[in-house]
């Protein structure tokens, strides 16, 4: 059921601190390579959001013993050669990453199943995992040739190849790394703009050697994974929203803490910085193979950016709040080489677009990105979330600038990587 919301804020001014919740991406791949490992994983900050959950219930449906304890999860495991064939179908969700990492661990595993994701995830590519798993021995079956969910996958023997990434998607990446744990000889896999690295760093965390030099990766199969201790930082696409928040609210200072600093993923803090965004990094710290830190943001008069070419896969999911930040600088900011938009859990570029255009902001679609004109006031209005939770929070705060409610159609698609979004929003509005 969906649930509208009314948002109003009588021109508030937001202090305070944060702690951000754990990194989506990072969750998912602690518990999928917790229960590919052998041994027990514990992990501390995991997210439990409904993206994440979805993959925690694949893998119980694998028969691999989870629980879960807030933050706190374990996962049992005697490796995937111990993992049972499932009885039902695997559902996941909203979850691209569940979805498509899934398709490569299963296809190189000894059991069949079948995977299926909702109405969002059934109109997502899959051709882009299944064709180089193909080429690696994996037997797909789905809709357009492998192309949509529900997808069948007949676990078999898989062989190493050498695969030149038509697309920069981590997703794709890592489901063939997953995939090539299991396959006979070295995987190679060639990036054409580097994507985030969870996979690679988390690889090694759980006792595995993988060799990256520039954009290319290489990976030898066979190798296994031990059970470890995993401690999840928090999600720099989770505090981007704050610290736009910070950066366009008037009289405004924010601390976000326990921030993953990767930076596979710190394009956000290059263009905060090159719009003229105030702010700074302290804290500095390493947590199982990833950088963390605290990040203050205070309200800054900002100035146009183009954002662009390898920047573009390093801030891919912060596109929609950065095109608000856009409607507040002087100028014209252009958004280019982000076709990719396209394909995520809505069409951003036209969700953007159409919402921001609501509530009086000057913006245009183009055939990679969008141009902004700024800044302009914005006013109020009812936006549609698409059921794209980045789509619902950018609504969330440009409802701290408009001059009148802004009223959004689905509060709950937020929970898909932010469950506590307004119950944290609500301790720094002032
Ligand atoms: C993710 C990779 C990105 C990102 C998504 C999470 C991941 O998707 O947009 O939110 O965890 O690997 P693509 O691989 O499609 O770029």
């Known amino acids: 059921m969906t649930v509208s919301k009314v948002l109003d804020y009588a021109q508030p001014s937001l202090q305070g601190s944060l702690r951000i919740p754990g990194d989506k991406s990072i969750s998912h791949r602690s518990i999928m390579f917790g229960a590919i ?57 909203n979850s691209g990453t569940t979805t498509r990492l899934m398709l490569g661990i299963l296809a190189g595993s000894s059991i069949s199943s079948v995977l299926i994701g909702d109405e969002s995830i059934q109109k997502r590519p899959m051709k882009r995992v299944t064709d180089p798993l193909k080429l690696m021995g994996a037997s797909f079956i789905g809709r357009e040739s492998g192309q949509y969910t529900p997808i069948a996958i007949e676990g078999t023997k898989l062989q190493g190849i050498t695969y030149k990434m038509p697309v920069a998607s981590a997703q794709v990446k890592s489901a063939i790394l997953l995939a090539a744990l299991n396959a006979e000889g070295e995987t190679v896999v060639i990036e054409t703009e580097t994507s985030r690295d969870h ?69 956000i803090l290059d263009v905060l910085q090159a719009m003229n965004a105030k702010i700074t990094i302290q804290a500095l710290n390493n947590v199982s193979h990833e950088e963390i830190g605290d990040i203050t943001v205070e309200t800054s008069t900002l100035k146009s950016s183009v954002i662009s070419g390898d920047l573009i896969p390093r801030l891919i999911d912060e596109i929609p709040i950065l095109a608000l930040l856009a409607t507040q600088a002087t100028g014209k900011t252009i958004i280019k080489d982000a076709e990719e938009l396209k394909v995520k859990e809505t069409n951003r570029i036209d969700a953007v677009v159409n919402e921001l255009k609501k509530l009086g902001a000057t913006i245009s679609a183009t055939a990679d990105g969008m141009v902004i004109e700024g800044p302009t006031p914005l006013h109020g209005g009812d936006l549609k979330t698409y059921g794209d939770h980045r789509i619902g929070m950018m609504a969330a705060i440009a409802s701290l600038i408009t001059s009148s409610a802004v009223t959004i159609d689905n509060e709950a698609c937020i929970a898909v990587s932010y469950p506590n979004f307004f119950e944290q929003l609500a301790t720094i509005v002032k």
């Open 37 to 93: 490992a052998e041994g027990t994983t514990t992990v501390e900050g995991f997210l439990q959001s409904d993206d994440c959950l979805s993959t925690i219930d694949c893998f119980s449906k694998l028969g691999v013993k989870i629980s879960v304890d807030g933050e706190n999860v374990s996962v049992h495991s005697n490796g995937m050669d111990a993992w049972k064939e499932p009885d039902e179908i695997l559902y996941t969700g």
């Open 199 to 267: 996979t690679e760093k988390m690889l090694q965390h759980f006792g595995a050697t993988i060799s990256v030099e520039d954009k290319t990766i290489r990976f030898k199969g066979g190798q296994t994974l031990t059970g470890t201790h995993v401690v999840v930082p928090g999600d720099i696409s989770s505090a981007a929203f704050f610290l736009v928040a910070g950066a366009i609210v008037p009289n405004s200072k924010l601390t976000l803490q326990n921030v993953g600093l990767n930076e596979t993923r710190t394009g």
